[in-house]
């Protein structure tokens, strides 16, 4: 194993380690982190690209000594309070000493991935309170804890608003609301796109408060992930995650997403491989180079790994009668993703099938470049029909940023020699996928362009483009 990681966690910090593994996946995610001996930076580390999480919990019993103010001041300070201090200290050193993050308490062992330049690094602060919500629901009616802005630590009981010793706004969650945001936003960029929106919502004048962060995340949902701009002041609507929850549409899509969990397993099986050093072809890849490849599967939005995730299983089933191959759309602007399905080795020679069908990749990598050159990252995806026996997988990675004129040129040749991705041998046709399925929101419309050659193998190139409205149920007032 190239790294292991702490296994020293209490009870909080082994439910926040679950949770953020499931949704940002084991390679970003990294708990129980020390910067001297004995000494711990904070309880979870997410570093993905220029972006880094800090996650701080803290698991308090709440005071019972009669004096309500008294009880929630003594829980503030030593879960909310303490959180944040131990976020700005653990902040402060990252940015000056990056190099001495460790995962084990005696420092043996440090960070495995590189963090980001000091300059380029966009740090997200959150605390985990956990242990106030049955008073808070006795006393407020509410299972939650409320969130105002202008609150300043804790004058007021049951709310979290601005603290004082951050360097930065700190997101809090609690007992509810980090499962539920952690399985309804459960990618990177689907969690980093919420942080950032909640904290343009709060420097805002006119958003007052919100009875609890789960009508947080339900308003920022409901509105097709965005928080609308208002002329005048104005609260989030209590309860109205329930609202959300109740909706046909939003369950439907829900079930829409299980699907997307394919291209999870996708990246955590090559990087399970990558990490016991038991790829076939690869573990000699360094560290950095194998995380800059992953970063972008992993960079997808859970509603993109829906697309590709059914794009790919419904080629497998194709490729049971013939092989296939597909340029797939990618989010991220630079990428362009090329998946080759074979038909299995049919019971002859597997190992002459593999180099065969790798070498097709190759190929096909090539000509993705030339169909599309503004493209700088080509990620290639070789595997087998669905049901086939012994199956296997290959995986390219094409970095054409330093790419010369001649490089170019041997791509288009590929591309119009074989017949990959040509023009000629395209067949337009159009899809759609939408997110809430039978939502009125208008979602992603996609040009789907086959190609049929000689060899009865079907090309294919996606092209994605999302379009971001307003999104409600049938009856909103439901």
Known sequence: MRFRKSEGLNGSEQMLAELCERSFLKLWTYPNLFRKPGKELTDLLVVFGNDV???????????????????????????????????????????????????DAKCLERLPIALPAADDMRVHRVCVALGALDRAEVETGIRGLKIKPMVLNDEERFTVGTIEKASGWVHGFDDVSLPLVLSELSTINDFIHYLNSKVALFVTAHFKYAASETDIVAYYLWHGRTFPAHDHDYFIEPGLWAKIEASKEFLAGREANKISQFWDGLTEYITDYYLKETLELGNEVSMSDYERAARILAGETRFHRRILSKAIVERREIARKNEIGAMLPSQQADVSYVLYVGRGDQGKDHEAYRKDRAQILQLRCAAAKAADPQKRFIVGIAMDASGVKGSSEDFVFIDTGEWTAEQIEKAQKVRTELGYFTERTAVLSRISEDEYPGSRRVVDVRKLADELSSLTVSESIELAGMLKEEWKPSDPEA
Do not use: T
């Not at 999480?53 to 019972?64: E, G, L, N, R």
């Not at 008294?70 to 000056?96: G, H, N, T, V």
């Open 53 to 103: 999480i800090i996650f701080s919990a803290k698991a308090c019993s709440y005071p019972d000594s009669g004096d309500a103010d008294l009880d929630w001041s003594r829980w503030f300070r030593l879960s909310i309070a303490d959180s944040a201090k131990q976020i700005a200290k653990a902040e402060r050193s990252i940015l000056s000493s990056p190099e001495k993050i460790f995962l």
